[in-house]
């Protein structure tokens, strides 16, 4: 029995939904009165008390309401009864001020770039920044909030419709035509420091080098008459040691 009520109660806070005010719950239904399932499950988990609907209970519904109001033909979603779904309409004089939200990925690029349509036909703005912010909500937990300055846009020939009392369409904004947070900076990877500089050749530990004027070819000019003459008399008295026979055979 508590199924029941509860299918019940969810039947009429979808119909509500699709048959009367989409617009309020930040969904716009496409040309033939369908939303996306997805679109719809997340808008009715933000309500109190609804976070636990998924796909399973929509089909519930379905099947044991004698006359569900509404029908499902794959992952879009619709209501039976759309006499009094908002229109989209032309609007002649917008607010002066509309919202929207982005992924702070894309950021960067909407800001050279401007804003682009993102799963949707058009681009969905809000008159009400709480909604919109809402709305960004369901693409990224923390999303970029973006004011956009009407009429400058329609000096650069955009064209908005109305789809509801709060929601507002148009086809792109252009660059230089909306206002968002300062871009964060971006992060600045220390260089590392400079080497000292060192002689190109290191001395490993524990080595031994003879001192360059250690050797007769690296004394000075000046000396090398006296150092060679100094070694020749040592080779000399040397070969002579050698060749002088030991006392006993004298």
């Not at 040309?31 to 997805?38: D, H, N, P």
């Not at 369901?138 to 909030?145: A, E, G, H, K, W």
């Not at 789809?163 to 968002?180: K, S, V």
Request: aromatic share 8%.
């Amino acid at each position: 029995m508590v199924k029941q009520t509860s299918s019940q109660q969810l039947s009429k806070l979808i119909a509500y939904i699709l048959e009367r005010r989409p617009d309020e719950f930040g969904l716009v239904v496409n040309l033939k009165g369908y939303v996306k399932v997805k679109e719809l499950l997340k808008a009715v988990h933000e309500e109190a008390g609804w976070k636990y609907v998924r796909r399973s209970h929509l089909d519930e519904i379905l099947i044991t309401i004698s006359d569900p109001p509404f029908e499902i033909s794959d992952k879009l979603i619709r209501a039976r009864h759309r006499e009094h779904l908002p229109e989209k309409v032309l609007i002649q004089n917008p607010p002066k001020l509309l919202y929207t939200c982005i992924r702070p990925k894309a950021y960067p690029y909407v800001i050279d770039k401007g804003i682009f349509p993102l799963g949707y036909p058009q681009v969905i703005l809000s008159s009400s920044r709480g909604l919109a912010v809402r709305m960004g909500k369901r693409i990224d937990p923390s999303p970029v909030l973006l004011t956009v300055q009407v009429p400058s846009s329609v000096a650069k020939g955009v064209v908005y419709f109305q789809a509801g009392e709060t929601l507002y369409l148009a086809d792109f904004i252009p660059e230089g035509c909306f206002t968002g947070p300062p871009l964060p900076k971006a992060k600045v990877i220390p260089k590392k420091a400079e080497a000292i500089d060192q002689p190109s050749e290191l001395i490993p530990a524990g080595s031994f080098f003879m001192d360059k004027y250690d050797n007769i070819h690296h004394v000075p000019p000046r000396y090398q008459k006296k150092v060679s003459k100094k070694m020749d008399l040592k080779k000399i008295k040397k070969h002579r040691r050698k060749r002088e026979p030991p006392p006993w055979r004298r």
